[in-house]
């Protein structure tokens, strides 16, 4: 004789009437509660603090990024024209890596350089192309990578004393501080300007700006050979010591109240460049004797930091020739 087994009751309650759903809410949200309470004593996470350990990891990954950018290799250089014109300036070159090459296939102009570079001294490794990738820290090391000598800062004394000489030739000084820059590319571009434009000399500060490295020296093509670089512990205290000395301070702003063709070059000025995204910091734009706005017709709203760096220290300089005042013009003499 079989006997009925009793039903089973199931653990989830159910409800009828008016109160049901009320009820459901209330258990859900005590089941919840007690879930949380057993995770954290069994040492799970719950969803919230997943979403801030991952957002702790993104912000030290970021800090990490900028101090690798901060702390990038100053001892090397990377492509053909960049380790040339650090020969060109007399630069110390301790050691090159080239791309072992097949049998049969020959470059001249990187063979030239390489017996240029052992010319004066340095030892010449072949690797396989890989090895030479994972050394680069940029994606143009046209099969040669130089280790040299840091490369060494002008102080701030060296660029006045540079300014001072200038005016004797009868020259306006140029100088261009950078507030904040953080692109190695930009940095390398501005020296280029520099450059070009005869500038006195480029000030960057110790803290929260980019570094001379291997990035900037490929971006400036050559240029960080000649133009000196200061680096300095407080921008603020620097442009104080610049007004001091008789320099204008010109900051580029999007909000400036005069235009580039509008402003009076003829002075000894130094020339701030802001933050690429940011712009200028406030105390630093307070310090400024007048702010350029740039005048744009489409539809962005900012230019590059090095464009309008450029844009800038041309007109300086158009002034300046218009004026009559000499400066040497080498175009001739260059390679292009």
Known sequence: MTQNRPERRSKKNTYTGKDSKRRQKQDFRRGKAKRAVSSKRSGQQTSKQKTAFRGSVKKKVANDLFTLQEEGPIDRLEGRNPIKEALRAGRDINKIWIKKRSKGRTDRNLDQLVHECHRAGAVIIEVEADVLNSMATSFGHQGIIAQVAAHKYSSLQDLLARGEEQKRKNLYPLLILLDGLEESYNLGSILRIADTAGATGVIIP??????????????????????????????????????????????????????PENSDWLRSIALVIGNEGKGMSAKIKESCDHLIRIPQYGQVNSLNAAVACGILAYEARRQARSEGKVFVDNTDKLNL
């Open 206 to 259: 110790k803290r929260r700006s980019v570094a001379l490295d291997a990035l900037v020296a490929k971006a400036s093509a050559g240029a960080i050979e000649y133009v000196p670089v200061a680096r300095v512990v407080n921008l603020s205290s620097t442009i104080q010591e610049l007004k001091d000395r008789g320099y204008w301070i010109y900051g580029a702003d999007v909000e400036g109240t005069t235009t």
